[in-house]
């Protein structure tokens, strides 16, 4: 019998191997690897085939359940509309609500009708948001930084007869626009053209300095304050901001900013799972970040929803990735990257740069 | 920024080479010394390479896999490292610097380590059987439960449901002893033929087979000839059959 080597029952046997074993090290100068094990429990898992993982339980149980939660959810709660209502366009996205301290992007279901369009979230049996069609003065859709990335996303910026301003996010953000827009010309409502969006912040950012802005946000995120005095160490909440020089953590119940650490400190990022309470044994996403403090070296610890892309945009800093310079649009002002200004002209007014439109105009002559 | 080094394997050589751009993202890998004791590695952040992709995370561990691989085939001897083994910097110490004093204080360890390693591989077994099969063997091999299942055929429906599930308790008993006498007579018998020898846990399968004995076996190459034709009369006992995997630089042995 002769050994081999290449089939794929070999690989997963090599493959355990790498996984698990090995010379061991002092840990003293190797980096930790708290996320390692995990990866090996995935990847065997894919290695050996979700069937053998159904057969043998381990994951039955779990599949049980959500079965049975969709099985229990997919067939009630539907939203009541009121009489003469007739629904145009149903379509799955979020809406960023926000009051108080609380703000966050809450997903769920656009129903636009001959009178309305809503925000319902159908688990909950809860109308998120809604407006009268007449109530609308103005669309825009504005390309966004998407947390992936280089990706972008697109936000619909919804404002009112008031001049609130409201954010949507939705599959096809373009053809939720084009709808309502049509649906608001049938039904005889005009739409204010050229419509100037309005400054629009989420959250106190009053303490940026001269020359700074904000390059990365997102909904709450959880601090660990360290002990001081006889207080111990603590999660609070607030929020946190990445601009073009610091990274800020502000307190949401002082307010005020609590932590804030110049990006070129940063040293390495890293995620696990960490209990967060004392109270709950479920472990959370927790994003620690080591940095160069004075003559040592300070860890910060934040939780929350959005580790991962938080994680992510701090991982290209440190990798030095990010060097793209920040330009404003000659038109509206508005900051962008030079280079996407310069190749793509402006996500907030359309402007294009006079080398771009003649780039563009070369090209539909030669299509033609 | 701090870089770190991430690690694949240790050799025997005191030449500071380059062996291309064959790491993990293409990246040079290179050796540092220490006398005669080289580090394989390449220059990497200070973080480990962790992702939800499993198609890249397997790549990693191919790639890793392929350099350990590389180094073995030129140096001869090497001792392996897990997956994403990366060693940092320190205050007032480059990894570098870290990582050559680290080999200085481990020398005689390592050492002795290789010295052990030398001209052997790592070889996986991993005998399998098939029980529908060996049960069939047991009922017709023992006169108790040959008896109770001709029974069975006589008994009305209900009283045959009784005696089935006696008899299934029964082949379970006596299946666990076989595969028990099985383990030790197989054991004895590879063991005979390697250098020294692991017992891994044993996984479950989705197939009708399941896994008696997983063993990693560390020997010489040319000796695996030895331990496949020893393999070779397992593969021929009816109902088993015999998965052997290999060479393998020695993970499980360092």
Same mark, same amino acid.
């Given at each position: 019998?002769?050994?081999?080597?290449?089939?794929?029952?070999?690989?997963?046997?090599?493959?355990?191997?790498?996984?698990?074993?090995?010379?061991?090290?002092?840990?003293?100068?190797?980096?930790?690897?708290?996320?390692?094990?995990?990866?090996?429990?995935?990847?065997?898992?894919?290695?050996?085939?979700?069937?053998?993982?159904?057969?043998?339980?381990?994951?039955?149980?779990?599949?049980?359940?959500?079965?049975?939660?969709?099985?229990?959810?997919?067939?009630?709660?539907?939203?009541?509309?009121?009489?003469?209502?007739?629904?145009?366009?149903?379509?799955?996205?979020?809406?960023?609500?926000?009051?108080?301290?609380?703000?966050?992007?809450?997903?769920?279901?656009?129903?636009?009708?001959?009178?309305?369009?809503?925000?319902?979230?159908?688990?909950?049996?809860?109308?998120?948001?809604?407006?009268?069609?007449?109530?609308?003065?103005?669309?825009?859709?504005?390309?966004?930084?998407?947390?992936?990335?280089?990706?972008?996303?697109?936000?619909?910026?919804?404002?009112?007869?008031?001049?609130?301003?409201?954010?949507?996010?939705?599959?096809?953000?373009?053809?939720?626009?084009?709808?309502?827009?049509?649906?608001?010309?049938?039904?005889?409502?005009?739409?204010?053209?050229?419509?100037?969006?309005?400054?629009?912040?989420?959250?106190?950012?009053?303490?940026?300095?001269?020359?700074?802005?904000?390059?990365?946000?997102?909904?709450?995120?959880?601090?660990?304050?360290?002990?001081?005095?006889?207080?111990?160490?603590?999660?609070?909440?607030?929020?946190?901001?990445?601009?073009?020089?610091?990274?800020?953590?502000?307190?949401?119940?002082?307010?005020?900013?609590?932590?804030?650490?110049?990006?070129?400190?940063?040293?390495?990022?890293?995620?696990?799972?960490?209990?967060?309470?004392?109270?709950?044994?479920?472990?959370?996403?927790?994003?620690?970040?080591?940095?160069?403090?004075?003559?040592?070296?300070?860890?910060?610890?934040?939780?929350?929803?959005?580790?991962?892309?938080?994680?992510?945009?701090?991982?290209?800093?440190?990798?030095?990735?990010?060097?793209?310079?920040?330009?404003?649009?000659?038109?509206?002002?508005?900051?962008?990257?030079?280079?996407?200004?310069?190749?793509?002209?402006?996500?907030?007014?359309?402007?294009?740069?006079?080398?771009?439109?003649?780039?563009?105009?070369?090209?539909?002559?030669?299509?033609? | 920024?701090?870089?770190?080094?991430? %690690?694949?394997?240790?050799?025997?050589?005191?030449?500071?080479?380059?062996?291309?751009?064959?790491?993990?993202?293409?990246?040079?890998?290179?050796?540092?010394?220490?006398?005669?004791?080289?580090?394989?590695?390449?220059?990497?952040?200070?973080?480990?390479?962790?992702?939800?992709?499993?198609?890249?995370?397997?790549?990693?561990?191919?790639?890793?896999?392929?350099?350990?691989?590389?180094?073995?085939?030129?140096?001869?001897?090497?001792?392996?490292?897990?997956?994403?083994?990366?060693?940092?910097?320190?205050?007032?110490? #480059?990894?570098?610097?870290?990582?050559?004093?680290?080999?200085?204080?481990?020398?005689?360890?390592?050492?002795?380590?290789?010295?052990?390693?030398?001209?052997? #591989?790592?070889?996986?077994?991993?005998?399998?059987?098939?029980?529908?099969?060996?049960?069939?063997?047991?009922?017709?091999?023992?006169?108790?439960?040959?008896?109770?299942?001709?029974?069975?055929?006589?008994?009305?429906?209900?009283?045959?449901?009784?005696?089935?599930?006696?008899?299934?308790? %029964? %082949?379970?008993?006596?299946?666990?002893?076989?595969?028990?006498?099985?383990?030790?007579?197989?054991?004895?018998?590879?063991?005979?033929?390697?250098?020294?020898?692991?017992?891994?846990?044993?996984?479950?399968?989705?197939?009708?087979?399941?896994?008696?004995?997983?063993?990693?076996?560390?020997?010489?190459?040319?000796?695996?000839?030895?331990?496949?034709?020893?393999?070779?009369?397992?593969?021929?006992?009816?109902?088993?059959?015999?998965?052997?995997?290999?060479?393998?630089?020695?993970?499980?042995?360092?």
């Amino acid at each position: 019998m002769e050994p081999s080597r290449d089939t794929h029952a070999t690989l997963v046997d090599l493959l355990d191997r790498i996984l698990d074993k090995g010379l061991i090290i002092n840990a003293d100068i190797i980096i930790s690897v708290a996320g390692i094990p995990l990866i090996g429990v995935n990847l065997r898992a894919a290695l050996a085939g979700m069937e053998t993982m159904l057969k043998y339980g381990v994951m039955q149980a779990w599949d049980e359940k959500s079965r049975a939660w969709e099985r229990e959810h997919r067939k009630k709660n539907v939203l009541s509309l009121v009489e003469g209502e007739e629904i145009a366009l149903k379509m799955y996205g979020s809406y960023y609500y926000s009051k108080g301290i609380y703000n966050a992007w809450r997903p769920g279901y656009f129903y636009l009708t001959n009178k309305r369009f809503i925000h319902y979230r159908q688990d909950f049996d809860e109308i998120t948001w809604q407006i009268p069609l007449e109530e609308i003065k103005a669309l825009v859709v504005r390309g966004e930084a998407h947390f992936v990335k280089g990706k972008k996303k697109q936000v619909l910026y919804l404002i009112d007869k008031q001049d609130q301003v409201h954010r949507f996010n939705a599959v096809e953000t373009n053809q939720l626009k084009d709808a309502i827009e049509q649906n608001l010309a049938t039904t005889g409502f005009s739409l204010e053209v050229n419509p100037v969006l309005p400054e629009f912040e989420e959250g106190p950012i009053d303490f940026l300095t001269e020359g700074e802005e904000v390059t990365h946000r997102g909904g709450k995120v959880w601090y660990l304050v360290p002990a001081s005095g006889i207080k111990q160490e603590t999660w609070r909440p607030g929020h946190l901001y990445l601009t073009n020089k610091r990274l800020c953590w502000w307190n949401d119940f002082e307010r005020k900013l609590v932590f804030d650490l110049p990006v070129d400190r940063i040293i390495g990022v890293n995620t696990g799972m960490r209990k967060t309470s004392s109270l709950d044994s479920k472990k959370e996403k927790v994003l620690d970040i080591l940095y160069q403090a004075n003559l040592t070296k300070g860890t910060a610890s934040f939780a929350g929803k959005e580790i991962d892309e938080w994680a992510e945009a701090l991982n290209r800093i440190v990798s030095g990735k990010i060097s793209e310079e920040t330009e404003t649009c000659p038109q509206c002002g508005k900051p962008a990257p030079a280079k996407e200004l310069l190749e793509e002209g402006c996500q907030s007014c359309g402007w294009v740069s006079p080398r771009l439109k003649k780039k563009i105009a070369k090209a539909a002559l030669s299509a033609e | 920024m701090t870089e770190a080094r991430y %690690l694949y394997c240790i050799v025997e050589g005191s030449e500071e080479i380059t062996l291309g751009n064959i790491g993990i993202e293409g990246s040079s890998v290179y050796t540092i010394s220490y006398q005669d004791l080289s580090a394989v590695v390449h220059n990497c952040l200070p973080k480990p390479y962790q992702s939800e992709d499993q198609e890249k995370v397997k790549l990693w561990l191919t790639t890793h896999a392929k350099v350990v691989e590389v180094a073995w085939e030129k140096f001869g001897t090497v001792l392996p490292l897990g997956f994403d083994t990366i060693i940092k910097g320190e205050e007032g110490f #480059a990894s570098d610097e870290n990582i050559k004093k680290w080999l200085k204080g481990d020398e005689e360890n390592l050492r002795q380590k290789l010295a052990k390693l030398k001209d052997r #591989a790592e070889f996986g077994v991993q005998v399998f059987w098939d029980p529908k099969i060996i049960s069939e063997g047991l009922i017709e091999a023992t006169p108790e439960i040959k008896k109770l299942s001709e029974d069975i055929k006589s008994k009305s429906k209900g009283l045959a449901y009784m005696y089935k599930q006696k008899l299934e308790n %029964l %082949l379970k008993k006596a299946l666990e002893k076989e595969a028990d006498k099985y383990f030790k007579d197989f054991y004895e018998q590879i063991r005979r033929c390697v250098d020294q020898i692991k017992v891994e846990k044993t996984k479950k399968l989705e197939e009708e087979k399941q896994m008696l004995l997983n063993l990693s076996c560390l020997l010489f190459k040319e000796k695996s000839k030895i331990l496949g034709e020893e393999l070779e009369k397992i593969e021929h006992l009816k109902g088993f059959s015999v998965r052997f995997t290999g060479p393998w630089p020695p993970y499980s042995f360092v």
